[in-house]
């Protein structure tokens, strides 16, 4: 069954993550967790299907508070054609000179990290989000194929991809193509980018949450409330603590 064939390579994608990329989850986790031990900030990008990634490290049930996820809805489509469709964004996220813009509204600073997602890595606001970053002296870590790049030559006018602009790239050893499962027609369905990227964000959750408190710096943790013990107004203190440090710096 194609459902298995499914479960079968997905398994296989995780699987070489844990075996190949094990160090680079380690480096980036240390970044982060000391970014966020000493006051700054862990900013988390990716558009188009790359926002998931984004959307499930915070603020969700088990992450706590310092990331900051730079949302931007011309790059998150909330219709299939027309006003907000894929296609508008599709066009957005390959013309340069955006990101830059986009990022005006945030205040980077040096000490800060910079984590992108991307399957492919060759879009522009992707790259141009993580070349802005590290002009700015944050460190950027990204996740991309690097299996697309030895099939697809970088479009972005400075000759790079995504993983050339990172001090930390980590593969998500997803095929360019994307599609995992041959059902006998040249395109294959069901993708794996995204999977792939949620495993390596929780990976880095967790590795970050353990190193942080390591540190002596205890996580301000979104909590589920079926967890025994919890007081009422946690989560409540918890989105008030994120506010605190959202507005603790001026863009």
């Known amino acids: 069954m194609s ?10 994608v995780q699987s070489k993550i844990h075996a ?7 480096q980036a ?7 966020i031990a000493s006051g700054k900030r862990c900013y988390l990008f990716g558009s188009g299907h790359s926002v998931i990634p984004v959307l499930d490290i915070f603020p969700r049930y088990g992450s706590f508070v310092g990331f900051f996820p730079l949302y931007d809805p011309r790059l998150m489509w909330f219709n299939v054609v027309g006003p907000g469709g894929a296609r508008e964004l599709l066009w957005l996220e390959r013309r340069e000179g955006y990101a830059p813009v986009f990022l ?4 980077l600073e040096p000490g800060d990290c910079m984590l992108v997602f991307s399957h492919g890595g060759l879009n522009a606001a992707p790259i141009e989000v993580a070349l802005e970053a590290k002009k700015k ?5 990204t996740v991309s194929s690097h299996a697309n790049l030895r099939v697809a030559r970088p479009t972005h ?5 995504l993983s050339d602009a990172a001090d930390i790239a980590i593969d ?4 360019p193509e994307d599609a995992l499962v041959d059902i006998g027609m040249p395109e294959g369905v069901a993708a794996g980018s995204t999977m792939a990227a949620v495993f390596i964000a929780m990976s880095l959750v967790a590795e970050i949450g353990w190193r942080l408190v390591g540190k002596g710096v205890k996580p301000v943790t979104f909590v589920s409330p079926n967890v025994p013990g919890i007081d009422k107004d946690h989560n409540p203190r918890v989105f008030e603590a994120f506010s605190k440090s959202l507005f603790s710096r001026n863009p």
């Open 172 to 175: 998500n050893c997803v095929p």
């Open 3 to 12: 459902a298995e064939k499914y479960y079968s390579k997905i398994t296989e």
């Open 104 to 107: 005006q509204s945030y205040p």
């Open 20 to 26: 190949t990329q094990a160090v680079r989850i380690q």
């Open 157 to 161: 006018s400075t000759g790079k991809a």
């Open 29 to 35: 986790a240390e970044a982060m967790a000391s970014a």
């Open 137 to 141: 002296g944050l460190t950027v870590i």
